[in-house]
């Protein structure tokens, strides 16, 4: 199996997600700023971790239609498809912030502090879903 670097893209910092190389649980990493670099940090995170599959969180909105950020998050996956050697998808990632803010609220994290892990905490939601739909099939 191959370990899946999972982005939820924003255009202030991007949070990042692995999986363990059985894909059957997603880490944090910790978030990268987006701009000029983005596409090159991720090149080199993809390199030192062995990845082999990007996923990019794909906000719609809660009907389903196409928002701003789901703009944003269709052009970041161009770009990482321009600039990575390896196959990028974009996965659905409604609701993943929100679940992100529950789960770190629940595990005594202070509001004030949220703000540091919500990006990665959401990757990482949003990348065990589709690692777990992977490995259901």
């Known amino acids: 199996?191959?370990?899946?670097?999972g982005i939820d893209p924003g255009t202030k910092r991007c949070g990042i997600a692995i999986t363990d190389s059985a894909e059957t649980m997603a880490f944090p990493r910790d978030a990268i700023a987006f701009d000029d670099s983005f596409v090159k940090r991720v090149a080199q995170l993809v390199a030192e971790e062995n990845v082999e599959l990007v996923v990019v969180g794909r906000p719609v909105s809660l009907a389903g239609s196409d928002t701003a950020s789901t703009l944003f998050a269709d052009e970041l996956c161009v770009a990482l498809n321009a600039g990575l050697a390896l196959p990028v998808v974009q996965h659905d990632e409604r609701l993943t912030t929100t679940a992100a803010q529950r789960s770190l609220s629940s595990a005594g994290v202070k509001t004030k502090d949220h703000r540091e892990r919500i990006d990665s905490a959401a990757a990482v939601i949003m990348l065990q879903h589709y690692?777990?739909?992977?490995?259901?099939g």
């Open 1 to 5: 199996m191959v370990r899946i670097l």
């Open 131 to 136: 690692a777990d739909g992977r490995n259901a």
